[in-house]
């Protein structure tokens, strides 16, 4: 099956700073890679996600990108702010798949 | 809309006792999920169903079991508490052909003594 490594575990930077988020899959017959952030005692909520035909995908200060030939992909945020603190979780699924395969989670602090 | 709730908020459950977590949506989402959190190994699925009357087991399936009656409800049950199985549970759900894309429930903190 699918097995999805993420890392860092934990990664501290400050406010203002970039923080990048890098995940590697084993499917290759992955094809949606989508990213949930987490906010402490909060529900995970679907921030942005990448389809396997796409390189790269940008939302505001949010960009992922993704190598299919590497099989990794990443969650990149600029000018970080203190509400960007949260469990980042990237995940993978395929067409005909019934679950998503997460990652263990990033724990983002950024510090003023 | 209430979108996908729990219940309850928070337990504290004898070993070797029963429980039954809540969970409805009124999305009406043909997909459900459930899930346990504990912490450094994120995200684990116990349990799926992709439409009313069928379920699935996902990574940890064992000592946990599920039914899926209709489209906006999926209990998750516990028959017989270890404290093991102290975890935050969430539920979720997608629609049909959306998997990547999940809401999830505000989640049940379950304590086994």
């Known amino acids: ?112 | 809309t209430a979108g996908i709730t729990q219940a309850p908020t928070s337990q504290i459950l004898a070993a070797g006792r029963s429980m039954t977590l809540r969970c409805t949506q009124d999305m009406r989402h043909n997909a459900m999920y459930w899930y346990r959190q504990d912490l450094g190994l994120g995200l684990r699925l116990i349990h799926y169903s992709n439409t009313a009357g069928t379920t699935g087991k996902g990574e940890v399936p064992d000592g946990y079991s599920v039914s899926r009656a209709n489209t906006d409800d999926f209990p998750l049950t516990l028959a017989s508490a270890v404290p093991s199985q102290t975890s935050v549970y969430f539920c979720a759900s997608s629609e049909a052909g959306k998997l990547y894309e999940q809401y999830f429930g505000p989640g049940t903190r379950l304590t086994v003594t």
Do not use: M
Request: charged share 20%; aromatic share 8%; net charge negative.
């Open chain 1, 1 to 112: 099956g699918e097995n999805v490594e993420q890392h860092p575990s934990t990664l501290s930077v400050q406010e203002g700073d970039s923080a990048v988020i890098k995940c590697t899959y084993s499917d290759s017959a992955s094809n949606y890679f989508p990213w949930y952030k987490q906010e402490l005692g909060k529900r995970p909520q679907l921030i942005i996600d990448i389809r396997s035909n796409v390189g790269e995908k940008k939302d505001q200060r949010i960009a992922v990108t993704l190598n299919k030939t590497a099989k990794h992909f990443s969650l990149h945020i600029t000018e970080t702010q203190p509400e960007d603190s949260a469990v980042y979780f990237c995940a993978a699924s395929t067409d005909s798949g019934y679950a998503l395969n997460f990652g263990k989670g990033t724990s983002l602090l950024v510090t003023p």
